[in-house]
């Protein structure tokens, strides 16, 4: 009822490891930042990034070496649908990514995978890890120990910390993310907030039909389960499970707590 199965299909993603040996879903949360710190294999370095300043050019990302845009021809398709494309002398560069000028990367611990796009405007701080054809929009703010999958979308104003995003979660616009699990195809409407820390001192408990579980946690956002989506200007309290295809209606506060699979609440 409260395991990492019941909530996600962890087969495609690629650091389901990440929930080994966990009894409740959201222990995960707490192997957080040593996983990422353990699994950050590549350091961005080039001449014009400097921690903390604006890029005043684009990048390019191939094969783990940086290099200035102006050697390339983009082509800004979707990068969650595959079609950002990068061509040198009219070759196809495959999997390279772009990161964008006006971009600000604090630190150089920030693995990005193949065919990311990140846009101008966006502060990531180390350590991150962003997966392959991952579109982290205009004025997204990553706070560090975020680990994103492939093909999803970090959106234009929507922080994130210490969270983590299974494959094709979308965040696209306005939403805050903290100590939270967005499972694989879950969807946030504009405005969604997941807030994560109790107004009274103490872990976070989960409300469940066999009575309150301690988390462990002081700060625990949500986790929503596989397909799940949340309407514009929704929020959920600290210690929110919502199960696999479920539905947070929109300008709807969820209560905390364990909401079974395909629920729906108004």
Known sequence: MLSADSFFDLSEFSHQEM????????EALAKLKAYV?????????????????PLEQPLVLHQ???????????????????????????QLLRGASVIMAGVVLIGQRISIGK?????????????AIIGDQTEVRQGAYLRG????????????????????????AKAGHFAYIGDSILGENTNLGAGTKFANLRFLPGNVEIKTPNGPV???????????GDRTQTGC?????????LGPESILMPNTTSPSGLHPEKSVIR
């Open 19 to 26: 929930f080994a040996g966990t009894a409740y879903v959201w």
């Open 37 to 53: 710190d353990g699994n950050i294999d590549t350091t961005l370095t080039h001449f014009s990034l400097t921690s903390g300043v």
């Open 64 to 90: 783990g070496i940086l290099s200035c845009m102006r050697e390339y021809d983009v082509n800004f398709g979707g990068a969650t649908k595959g079609t950002l494309e990068v061509k040198q002398n009219g």
């Open 115 to 127: 065919g990311v796009l990140v846009e101008s405007g966006a502060l990531i701080k180390e350590p």
């Open 145 to 168: 120990y975020c680990l994103i999958g492939k093909r999803c979308v970090v959106g234009h104003t929507t922080e994130v910390k210490h969270s983590i995003f299974l494959n094709d």
């Open 214 to 224: 301690d988390s462990g946690l002081k700060k625990f956002g949500a986790i929503l």
């Open 233 to 241: 200007n929704s929020v959920t309290n600290p210690g929110t499970l």
